[in-house]
């Protein structure tokens, strides 16, 4: 009797199989564009509009600038994303933007695929290829960052690495070693690449057919001896590289503990963002011992643990250094590359046939330890490390504090244990495995999709806020001047006013300068501090442009075409600039507010410069009402008004006072002065003790004098 032979597929059964799989695919995709579509604005200031500037400017000009100064080549991103900009609206544009980021995201699906496939079937490589599109790294997708072009670079570059280091001939070698090299252009963290790559070479070298011959005479002194030999060539490189980078100097020599406890919290970030079952799974694929005659798993495992190795130093020192100079960061952000080369490890372990316990158990604790040992941040969404999101969603969702979501994790890491212990064991049929091993996949999925999707909202809701907090419509300067060069001036920008602006500069491509009368302009890019030419109110470093925008308390000399809130859109007649009147220390609301080196003395300027020459009606007030307390001190107020000098900054004071007038002011009360007086003139207010609301109860911790308000009415 013959055995049957096996029913050959034909091509439609081989179309009809795909069916799922590209439903799949293209869920996920709407899914990701979805995220994308409600995604208002950028939120990530200054870099989101710096990459904006560098990519606007090489659409228009082929170089890279900001603000029309030219800066050095940042990264292959800003090329990426110019064409977009050629788009007349900036709407349209931004959203182009937004939807290329996501299909080149999702292109890292690709090299995911074709990675896995070199050690398992082609249809379980799709599903580790769909599983690189579940990660919380697509939370960036939204973003202009270039984190969006070095993800599908790093699977890129990984694929290619590993076939080269398995032997597949000089052209691989050729191609893994320039496109490594190429991806430094794309991000300076994928330094790590080229690194990593050197690092598998080197192990897969000795622990190979050669290094075997090499080692095959050496007695235990000898291989100790080599081991001393490695630390000592690691020192003498520490000591020639530290001069040459800073960060990592300074974090080794001074901050070894932050370097360690940052990078593993970075890492429990990413591991509770992947799932838990992907770590384990991954860490476990880098032993697998019926896979040491597999040169694809040979390469696969060196390459994978010197990525491991090279990404999370990177990740520990610069989250370290940022310790030090900006932010204490959970920097998860770092590590969002890794996550293919870990699905790869697991779908590679779950398909061996003899996995090695000891070496999953390992992966087990170390996982959970890692999980269980450090706390979560908990913002919605926390931009540095959306793998948070899942944890995040639990906490507003279903109110669990940090105690409750640990016991979760906990339980969580047990299911793993198990999950690992019944697809080892030799006594539970086949069926029953493969059931567990997919319930538990499927799961891990909707736990990374979980948390992915959680973070993405939050960024769409804080982009919807802070659109909702700029006037509308957010392109209204463009509007109105047609795109022609405008220019901002304003004063005593706050870090809340310059989020305004940002916003302000990203949506209107007309705006070209972001300038202050004080130095207060934000960045990115350069700013100008134009000075008073003269009494009169000439300015300084004109550009030359048809439109000024100006914020409160900077009025220059042209007819109004527009304005918003604190904001006024002139149309400049005549060059150069000429201010009408001014503030100097005035916030947004009215306050003149203590400085560091004196916190207890508030001091304001008010500047009238014309171009009036006669004399007219000159209007001060002085009040506390913006902030009632019965028991914050009285201010002592000091009002000194004459004709305006410039002083040796070029800054208008006072110094021969025509009308001086002290009086105490009381919370809750008012002083009005009315004078007489002929321009050009200058108004000096000092108040004195100042008091901080956060002592009373209130969230402003600026060191509060009064409020001051100007008016001058020239005669008729």
Request: net charge positive.
């Amino acid at each position: 009797m013959t055995s049957p032979q096996p029913i050959e597929r034909t091509l439609l059964d081989r179309f009809l199989a795909l069916i799922p799989l590209a439903v799949a695919a293209l869920a996920l995709l709407s899914l990701l564009f979805w995220e994308a579509a409600i995604r208002r604005t950028p939120t990530v200031f200054s870099d989101e509009l710096e990459w904006a500037q560098l990519s606007r400017a090489i659409a228009a000009t082929g170089n890279a600038a900001r603000r029309g100064e030219p800066i050095h080549f940042k990264s292959l991103y800003a090329y990426l994303i110019a064409p977009c900009w050629w788009i007349h609206s900036t709407s349209a544009a931004y959203a182009t933007v937004k939807y290329l980021n996501t299909v080149v995201m999702a292109l890292a699906a690709i090299p995911t695929f074709l990675l896995a496939r070199t050690m398992v079937s082609a249809r379980v490589a799709t599903v580790a290829a769909l599983a690189a599109l579940c990660t919380t790294a697509l939370f960036y997708a939204g973003y202009l960052l270039p984190e969006v072009l070095a993800y599908p670079t790093f699977a890129l570059c990984a694929w290619v690495s590993i076939r080269a280091l398995s032997g597949a001939g000089r052209r691989w070698i050729a191609a893994a070693i320039v496109l490594d090299l190429v991806a430094t252009q794309v991000r300076s963290e994928l330094v790590t690449l080229p690194a990593a790559l050197a690092v598998a070479a080197m192990v897969l070298w000795v622990v190979g057919p050669r290094g075997q011959r090499i080692r095959r005479s050496w007695s235990t002194f000898d291989h100790v001896g080599a081991a001393l030999l490695l630390v000592g060539v690691a020192v003498v490189l520490n000591r020639l590289f530290s001069p040459h980078a800073h960060e990592w100097a300074t974090v080794t020599q001074s901050w070894k503990g932050r370097l360690w406890s940052l990078g593993m919290q970075a890492a429990s970030a990413f591991a509770i963002g992947l799932g838990l079952l992907p770590i384990v799974g991954g860490l476990a694929s880098l032993w697998i011992p019926e896979r040491r005659s597999d040169p694809a798993w040979r390469a696969f495992a060196a390459f994978f643990a010197a990525a491991i190795v090279t990404v999370w130093t990177y990740t520990a020192v610069k989250a370290a250094y940022l310790s030090t100079v900006f932010a204490t960061r959970v920097e998860e952000r770092n590590l969002i590359y890794l996550g293919p080369l870990f699905i790869v490890g697991t779908v590679v372990w779950f398909r061996s046939r003899r996995s090695s316990l000891p070496g999953a158990l390992l992966a087990v604790a170390f996982t959970s330890w890692l999980v269980l040992y450090y706390s979560y941040q908990l913002d919605y969404p926390y931009f540095e490390a959306p793998g948070y999101g899942v944890v995040t969603m639990a906490n507003r969702a279903w109110h669990w504090d940090q105690p409750a979501i640990r016991l979760a994790l906990a339980v969580a890491c047990f299911v793993v244990l198990a999950v690992i212990l019944l697809h080892w064991t030799s006594r539970v049929p086949a069926r029953i495995k493969s059931a567990v091993v997919l319930l538990a996949g499927v799961t891990t999925l909707a736990w990374m999709l979980t948390a992915e999707i959680t973070s993405s909202r939050g960024a769409a809701a804080q982009s919807k806020a802070f659109a909702d907090s700029q006037p509308t419509p957010l392109d209204w300067i463009d509007r109105t001047t047609n795109q022609a060069g405008t220019t901002f001036i304003g004063q005593d920008i706050s870090s809340g006013q310059a989020l305004g602006i940002n916003l302000t500069e990203f949506w209107n491509r007309s705006l070209k300068h972001v300038w202050s009368i004080d130095g207060s302009a934000p960045g990115p890019g350069p700013t100008v501090t134009p000075d008073l030419r003269d009494r009169h109110g000439t300015l300084s470093s004109d550009p030359g442009l048809p439109y000024v925008l100006a914020s409160d308390r900077v009025n220059l000399v042209g007819p109004v075409v527009d304005s918003r809130p604190t904001l006024t859109l002139r149309r400049i007649e005549r060059h150069p600039w000429r201010l009408k009147d001014a503030s100097y220390g005035v916030s947004i609301d009215g306050w003149i507010s203590g400085t560091s080196d004196r916190p207890t003395i508030a001091d304001g300027t008010y500047a009238y410069f014309g171009p009036e020459t006669t004399p007219g009606a000159l209007t001060i007030e002085v009040n506390r009402r913006g902030f009632c307390s019965n028991t914050a001190p009285p201010a002592h107020v000091t009002l000194r008004v004459g004709p305006l000098v410039l002083n040796e900054q070029r800054a208008p004071i006072v110094t021969h006072a025509t009308h001086v007038e002290r009086f105490l002011l009381p919370n809750c009360g008012t002083k009005t002065v009315h004078l007489t007086m002929t321009p050009p003139l200058a108004v000096q207010v000092r108040a004195a003790p100042t008091f901080r609301p956060t002592d009373y109860g209130a969230s402003d911790n600026r060191d509060l004098g009064a409020q001051v308000g100007f008016s001058f009415s020239p005669k008729r």
